[in-house]
């Protein structure tokens, strides 16, 4: 009997992300770490720590956990410590990774409408501050995520492979651990995210509408606004950001949502099963949202799109150097 469909799937598609996610990253912290493309360094310093934070989710998620277990399952990596210790690490980088676009919307948030405490809030030392705090804090909430697994099966008195703890969905203290944990990730993120969001947006609207006003009594026209124009250009480049992060989120979010009101489970082996499918697919979108920054940063932003062709023209031009 051959692999269920949505195996079949991610055995090609995770490789395949791999190689697009874990370059694209490398490359986007190299770019942004240059600070050539007209970012402060408040910004900068959060871009680069989200595609830190992505590389991450690609090495712990995409190659070490999904493409480990599709191409090599009899490695060490799958012996029950080891791989309890990954799957606790593909947690503290998922959880970096979406807090850090919280960390990032909000920081655009204070830039954008809160003028006062702009200077003060919106500096590179603070953003070194709020980066480490979120860190520290994501390697906290998933040091239990160690202790949810038991070994698959024992072989030769190895304890071999991960399985969830079937006290993992009974015992109080666990499923207490599991709602704290949907509501952080990713509840909470979509909620704030959203919110952020909205009120900047209704800001900018106010805020252009009263500016357009002003500059058409003064000069009796309607000329370009540089203010408007830079206004624009944080609010596509947040926007991107963010939408990206609730459309690749949102399948998993609903699965999150539904264990906690339907009676299902995480990690179930029926593959046929409506729900274990739309899990996967869900941490296949998920993973995606990690490689996926790069290319809208070279989309929206005309200074990283000259920095990228640069770094890819260097490499190439060294190797016609060489053949010549």
């Known amino acids: 009997m051959g ?24 490359v986007t912290i190299v770019i942004l770490s240059r600070g050539r493309c007209g970012l402060s360094k408040c910004i900068t310093r959060y871009l680069v720590a989200m595609a830190a934070a992505d590389l991450m989710v690609m090495i712990f998620e995409v190659i070490l956990y999904e493409i480990k277990d599709a191409y090599f399952p009899n490695s060490f990596l799958n012996y029950t410590p080891i791989c309890s210790l990954n799957i606790a690490l593909v947690f503290v980088s998922i959880d970096c990774s979406v807090w850090l676009t919280v960390a990032f919307t909000f920081d655009r948030f204070v830039a954008i ?4 405490l702009r200077t003060k809030y919106c500096t590179e030392k603070t953003a070194a501050v709020v980066i480490a705090v979120v860190c520290s804090l994501a390697v906290l909430e998933s040091v239990p995520i160690y202790f949810v697994y038991e070994p698959r099966e024992i072989i030769d008195n190895v304890p071999w492979s991960c399985n969830v ?6 015992l109080p203290i666990w499923v207490a651990f599991l709602t704290l944990e949907t509501i952080l990730t990713p509840f909470l993120p979509f909620v704030l995210i959203l919110l952020l969001n909205a009120l ?23 000329q370009k606004d540089p203010e408007t124009e830079n206004r624009k250009k944080s609010i596509i480049l947040l926007l991107a950001i963010s939408g990206n992060f609730i459309m690749l989120w949102m399948v998993i979010f609903v699965f999150f949502i539904c264990v906690h009101f339907i009676d299902i489970q995480f990690f179930k082996q029926d593959y046929n099963d409506s729900f274990t499918i739309m899990e996967q697919s869900g941490y296949m979108l998920e ?15 005309s200074k990283f799109r000259e920095e990228l062709k640069s770094v890819i023209k260097r490499p190439l031009a060294s190797v016609t150097n060489l053949i010549k």
């Open 113 to 116: 409408c809160c003028q006062k």
């Open 3 to 26: 692999l269920p469909v949505i195996i079949q799937i991610e055995n090609i598609y995770y490789p395949i992300l791999a190689v697009i996610g874990v370059p694209a990253n490398l």
């Open 287 to 301: 993973s995606l949202s990690s490689c996926t920054n790069t290319f809208i940063y070279a989309v929206s932003q």
């Open 165 to 170: 703890k079937s006290s993992f969905y009974t």
């Open 200 to 222: 900047t947006i209704r800001h900018i609207v106010v805020a252009n509408r009263v500016r357009r006003g002003l500059r058409q009594n003064n000069n009796g026209e309607n």
